[in-house]
């Protein structure tokens, strides 16, 4: 209900699957990298230690299981709709194709580039344009003529932006990167989303409640300029960026 005209846009076999690859990129880099990156930086000191023992990693992951245990009981009975079996094998199978690809990939493999690090502001600014472009791709052309630009080619655009950003982001000598650029890298999408917090709460079409949305724009925007302004104090070299 909250999918606008992703709802129906690029919908077949019961999956919308440009959703479904907007969602998968979206939560890789704005849900898990930028958050692990932001932490790293205000923590670097704790960087590289476990900050849950054993059991409390345990507690946590049955705790999680039993969340989405809940969860897809309860989305099912207020939804009236249980998807196929079918379909979250699929969603297994990718997962660990996932997990394979990974443990398969060098470590380093972002830390080969040969280019000279450039000043943090730009890669500030490319983060924030990646972001705003990958916005436009998946947010404004589905809205075009559904007969003219097929749900297939928004995919396609979409997944080769991402990849392209990567692989020029990853053409940078990060072996040598200091926490100031790499700040500004996690900073592209923070802003983008600062930016636009008084557009959410002032756009009355939206259906759901975006009431003090600037209030958290300010408060990130004040809490980003506050690690800008440690990192800058000690912005020593990354290892291992």
Known sequence: MDLGVLGGFGRALGVNWVWAVELTIYHALFSIVTPVLLVELAYPSQKSTPWLTDRQLKIAAATLLLDVGAGFILFGMMQGYWPPAAQYLLG????????YAA???????????????????????????????????????????????????????????????VRYLAGFEWRKARRSQ???????????????????????????????????????????TLLWLKIRRNDTPISGA
């Open 182 to 224: 790499l700040m500004g890298l996690v900073s592209g999408p923070v802003l983008f989303f600062i930016i636009v917090s008084p557009i959410q709460e002032l756009d009355a079409s939206r259906p759901d409640e975006t009431a003090g949305m600037m209030i958290v724009g300010a408060t990130f925007l004040l809490l980003l």
């Open 92 to 99: 297994v199978a990718v997962t660990l194709g996932f997990i």
């Open 103 to 165: 443990r398969r990939l060098p470590s380093d493999w972002a830390r080969r580039g040969a280019r000279p690090m450039r000043r943090p502001a730009f890669y500030t600014a490319v983060s924030l344009v990646a972001t705003l472009a990958s916005g436009l791709v998946f947010g404004w052309l589905p809205t075009l003529s559904d007969g003219f630009l097929h749900p297939l080619l928004v995919c396609v655009v979409g997944v080769t932006l991402v990849y392209g950003v």
